[in-house]
Each structure stands twice: as C-alpha cells, then as structure tokens.
C-alpha cells in the first residue's frame, strides 16, 4: 500500500537559517505529492503541491521537487522566519482512482529569534 | 477564497453519547471526506464520499460511524454511541475533479469524550 515516511522532529532553527525536511514515499504508479502546514491551533493548510515527476511546488518561500528517482519530495526554504513555526505533513496522493490522502507523520518545526 | 468550515470548534461528550460534527464544503466541490488525528499522532482517512455514497472507507470508520449529506451544503459525521478512544481532532475536507486536486480541509472539530 501507500506511505510516507517523514523526517522525524521536533527541529528547532535560527531565524533565517536553512530548512530541508525529509520526504520519502512509496507508492505504485504516478502518486500526486502535497506538503500541508498546520499552524498553532489551526486546521490543515495546503501549503504546495506537485503532480508528476521533476514538477517544483512552490509557495511563501518554501519549495519541494518531485523527485521519482529517488521517490521523494523534501522540502525547503532559504530563509526560515518565525512565524514558519508550524508542523509540517508531506501527503500522497494515488491516482488509482483512490482519493483519499495518505500522511506522513509530522514535523514540528520551532523558529527561534 | 472559499473555505470548508466546520461546527462545533469543540465538543465534549460524554462516553456512549451520539455526536454529529458537521462541515460545510467548498461550493464546488464533489469529493468530500473526513479525517482524524489523536493528539500527537499522524493525520488518518476514515471516509470519502461522492455522488450521495461512500467511495472508500478506513478500517476505523466501523458501524458505530456514519456520514451523510442531508441537504445541498451540509456534510456530517455521527458517531452513534462515543468511546474514549474516539477523543481526537476531526477533519473535513472537500476536493474538485480532476486527477491531483488537492484537498482542502476545515479548522477542525476537537472531540472529547469524558
């Protein structure tokens, strides 16, 4: 079946540090691949998405590229701010006319000034 | 931009009560779905819906859960009679047509049931 494996957390960083989080997934077929956000107290936000393999999601800085070879989709920002404080869900989704989402298990991220 | 919204933010329950939480999806949307997530774990399915009836469901969406769409904006979740472990924050999202639509989900209900 379908999965994700996500990088483990809690990470903490500097503000305007560099972020990478680990994405990896498995899958049959050509799966539609999402990172979610979800703020303190907040809902789950759709944060980027990318549908077929080499596309690059992008959106507020953050970016994730649709990698096949390597079946993953890390993602990244430059710059990280502290208002990114957040928890962060790498999603799958399968085009086998299964839509329900597949998560990763979360990685909550701490931006300290 | 349109939203999917959810009611009650939060309900308390007492064990073996019946609850009903209750979205209202993007206007446009045809697929919806719930999800759950326990405190501190990882975003779980439980159902989708489409054209008025289930389209999947999970191993944990058992008979005590049922989902309906009784009117043109309302979709809602009945958990018959509640148990401890049904405490956790459920999710509605809706999605469009189209291959990787993404969902787009509600603030939540957190349920707890005493």
């Known amino acids: 079946g379908n999965s994700v494996t996500q990088m483990e957390g809690p990470v903490t960083l500097s503000e305007e540090a560099f972020l990478t989080i680990n994405c990896t997934y498995t899958?049959?077929?050509?799966?539609?691949l999402f990172w979610y956000v979800q703020y303190p107290g907040e809902g789950l936000q759709l944060l980027l998405k990318a549908t077929k393999a080499d596309d690059k999601g992008s959106n507020k800085g953050f970016e994730a590229t649709y990698r096949k070879e390597t079946t993953s989709f890390h993602l990244e920002k430059g710059s990280v701010q502290v208002s990114d404080s957040a928890v962060y869900f790498c999603a799958l989704l399968s085009n086998f006319g299964n839509e329900k989402l597949t998560f990763g298990t979360g990685t909550r991220l701490t931006i300290i000034p | 931009e349109p939203e999917v919204t959810q009611t009650p933010s939060h309900q308390v329950t007492q064990m073996g009560q019946e609850v009903i939480l209750r979205c209202v999806p993007i206007?446009?949307?045809?697929?919806f779905y719930w999800y759950r997530q326990i405190l501190g774990q990882k975003v779980e399915f439980l159902v989708s819906?489409?054209?008025?009836?289930?389209?999947?469901k999970s191993e944990i969406f058992d008979d005590q859960f049922s989902v309906e769409r009784p009117d043109g904006s309302n979709f809602t979740l009945k958990i018959r009679s509640t148990k401890l472990e049904d405490s956790a924050m459920y999710f509605c999202?809706?999605?469009?047509?189209?291959?990787?639509?993404?969902?787009?989900f509600g603030d939540g209900t957190r349920l707890s049931i005493l």
């Open positions: 899958a049959t077929g050509y799966p539609s």
């Open positions: 206007s446009n949307h045809l697929y």
């Open positions: 999202a809706s999605s469009g047509t189209g291959r990787g639509q993404p969902q787009h």
């Open positions: 819906f489409y054209n008025n009836e289930i389209s999947e």
